[in-house]
Nanobody, 124 residues
C-alpha cells in the first residue's frame, strides 16, 4: 500500500502563501488519484483539491478556486498544494489522500490511503 507524507505546513500571515508537499512511497502516475483535504478543530474533514491519476486533470471547489492549485511531479511521486491569499479560516490540518481509481471524489471515505497531516495556521 502507498504511504503518504505531507510537509510544508507552518505559520503564515493572512495574505501569504504556502506550498504543501505530499510525497508518496511509490509511483502515483497512472495508479492513484490524489486529493487534499483539511480539517479544522471541531469541523468535518473538507475536500480541498484533487488530481486524476492519468490525465492529471484537477478539481478545486469554487470556494477555493483562484487561491488553491494542485499539481504533481510524476517523476518524484509528489503532489503539491499551492495556497495563496491565505485567510485565517484556512487554518486546519491538511491531509493528502490517495484512491486507486480515476475519479476525483470529495468524500473522505472514498479515499483508501492517508498521510499524517500537516498543520497550517494563518494569523490575522
Amino acid at each position: 500500500q502507498v504511504r503518504l507524507v505531507e510537509s510544508g505546513g507552518g505559520l503564515v500571515q493572512a495574505g501569504g502563501s504556502l506550498r504543501l508537499t505530499c510525497a508518496a512511497s511509490e509511483r502515483i502516475f497512472g495508479r492513484y488519484t490524489m486529493g487534499w483535504f483539511r480539517q479544522a478543530p471541531g469541523k468535518e474533514r473538507e475536500f480541498v483539491a484533487g488530481i486524476r491519476r492519468t490525465s492529471g486533470s484537477t478539481y478545486i471547489p469554487d470556494s477555493l478556486k483562484g487561491r488553491f492549485t494542485i499539481s504533481r511531479d510524476s517523476t518524484q511521486n509528489t503532489v503539491y498544494l499551492q495556497m495563496s491569499s491565505l485567510k485565517p479560516e484556512d487554518t486546519a490540518v491538511y491531509y493528502c489522500a490517495a484512491k486507486g481509481d480515476t475519479w476525483i471524489k470529495v468524500t473522505p471515505t472514498e479515499y483508501d490511503y492517508w498521510g499524517q497531516g500537516t498543520q497550517v495556521t494563518v494569523s490575522s
